[in-house]
């Protein structure tokens, strides 16, 4: 989604804002479960560059109080540069950006953020359209749940793999191993329900290909 923001000079940019809100995360799954999707993602759009994964990266939202932020565990937008210069992005800053993200993920941990209530109203607010939150400590409710705004406020989309029209992707959850650790995590899917690969799959399949036809992938 475009925003229409009137030129602000005195507004400050990412260099000018702190790149985070300083909350460590709570557990490894946090930052792990969003670099799962960024990994694949960059397999899936390889080709693209009109796009932009941030892991608990600031978002600056509002202009009228710069400083305000709000920092996801990740975010996908679609319709900005990838990469903007060779510093990469220190925040994502709405009034620079002009793009709101697309998909949002929080996953929760033992120490509730409002995931559930706060930070729900603050991304409808915002105008993000898909609203992902992973709950793996969930034993009775649903673990994942995907909303998507309409009318300005979530409806909670069904299925799973949860396909997300406007992104051309599903997103599911399912039993897998990465970098070593055995466990669900949340992958892409695509319009058949196929899970796409992480880069380590990837790289795994074609090591045993290359041993089917005798070839040592070591002498490469």
């Not at 990469?83 to 002009?98: G, M, Q, T």
Request: glycine letters at 6%.
């Amino acid at each position: 989604m475009l925003l229409n923001y009137n030129p602000r000079h005195c507004l400050p940019s990412a260099e000018d804002l702190p790149d985070s809100d300083d909350t460590p995360v709570d557990n490894e799954l946090q930052d792990l479960i969003p670099h799962v999707l960024k990994d694949i993602l960059a397999l899936v759009w390889e080709e693209r560059m009109d796009w932009y994964f941030g892991v608990d990266m600031g978002i600056y939202y509002d202009p009228e109080n710069p400083t305000d932020v709000i920092v996801p565990d990740g975010f996908l937008s679609v319709g900005v540069p990838r990469i903007i210069d060779s510093d990469l992005r220190l925040s994502y800053v709405l009034w620079d950006e002009l793009v709101i993200p697309t998909m949002v993920l929080e996953v929760v941990s033992q120490t509730r953020r409002e995931e559930y209530t706060q930070k729900k109203e603050d991304y409808a607010k915002m105008g993000v359209l898909y609203y992902v939150i992973y709950n793996p400590l969930r034993k009775r409710k649903p673990r994942l749940e995907v909303y998507q705004l309409e009318n300005e406020e979530y409806k909670l989309l069904e299925g799973e793999p949860v396909w997300l029209a406007e992104l051309n992707l599903g997103i599911g959850k399912e039993i897998g191993v990465y970098q070593g650790v055995e466990r669900e995590w949340l992958y892409w899917y695509d319009q058949h329900g196929k899970r796409y690969l992480t880069s380590q799959e990837k790289a795994k399949k074609l090591e045993e290909k290359l041993r089917d036809l005798g070839i040592d992938p070591n002498e490469l």
